[in-house]
């Protein structure tokens, strides 16, 4: 069985369990805004009960008088070996879900095991109304003012499982969906230098594209239901209303997005390619697009969903397979 942490959870004790401390911060940030390829932001907390962390020791030393009280839950896999460098994925979860509950949808933990990745997935704050959500970008945001900075606090979570881990630094990527998947577009634009490649799952990149820039080039994949009536797949505003009120773009705009900001020369065009990612639809339901002219190791693709909503329940047993299957395949050129 594999290791599994919960990462600042009070009252948690013995067994597999370890309580570890990680910044919390009060950044004072609008609707989808926060750190734009800032420094990254330290860590604090020891190595955990009884060496269950593996090489790194104490990490974020000077930052221990800030108190760790934001969770995240993370698992090691079986086959982790702290001599080898081990690629790192980051799960983020819809609005109103939280880390644990999207691992129950997205099942990447089994797929930790198999592949050996580290896997984090935290969740995000909470709303007025006991929500959880993140705040991504001007479509999918912060709609009540709480004012988080999520790109620093993933920042340090990346940071915190590489100073106790031996993360492989060309394969740290990010998976979301919804919400989370709107989060992984911000992501992919502000932690470009951290982060080699990101799945979006019914997301989105800025309404306002010229808020994304990255600073090296990114992988890119969306998947997508064409029959997604809660983020459209042609576009449309995003549940909440507030101050996220901005309509999003298609998928075929947010490809359009991303081939520019990778410097691809090429149009979006259908691969011949299909595979099953929906258990709830027959065959193998979703054909597979890439953007063509991409710089070497670079990709943008679009997996289209036929007939897929929102939330496909449940998910084809290969679907997480799937989707690292296209991490596996891009590293950090």
Known sequence: MATLHEEAGPGKVGGVWAIVLLVTFSLTVGCGSGSKAGGALSTGGDSGEGGAFGAGGVSGAATRSVIAMRPYL????TAYDQNTATPLVIALHAYGRSGALQEEYFNFGEIA????FLYAYPDGQLDPMNNRFWNADDASCDPNSIR?????????IIEDVSAKYNVDEKRIFAVGHSNGAFMCHRLACDLSDRI????SDAGAI????????PSSHISVLDLHGDDDMVINYNGG??????TCA????SEAQTMSTWAAKNGCTGELTPTGQSLDLDATLA?????ESRVSGCPTGIDVQLWTIQGGTHVPNPVHPTFAASIYAFFQAHPKP
């Not at 505003?237 to 507030?242: D, F, L, Q, R």
């Not at 065959?283 to 054909?287: L, M, N, R």
Request: include cysteine.
């Open 237 to 242: 505003t995003a549940p909440g209303g507030g």
């Open 148 to 156: 988080v900075d999520d790109v620093s606090y993933i920042r340090a």
């Open 283 to 287: 065959g193998a339901e979703t054909s």
């Open 246 to 249: 901005p309509p999003y773009g």
């Open 196 to 199: 080699a490649a990101i799945a």
């Open 206 to 213: 800025w309404s306002d594209a010229s808020q994304c820039i």
């Open 113 to 116: 095991d198999k592949e050996t």
């Open 74 to 77: 993370f698992r090691v896999p």
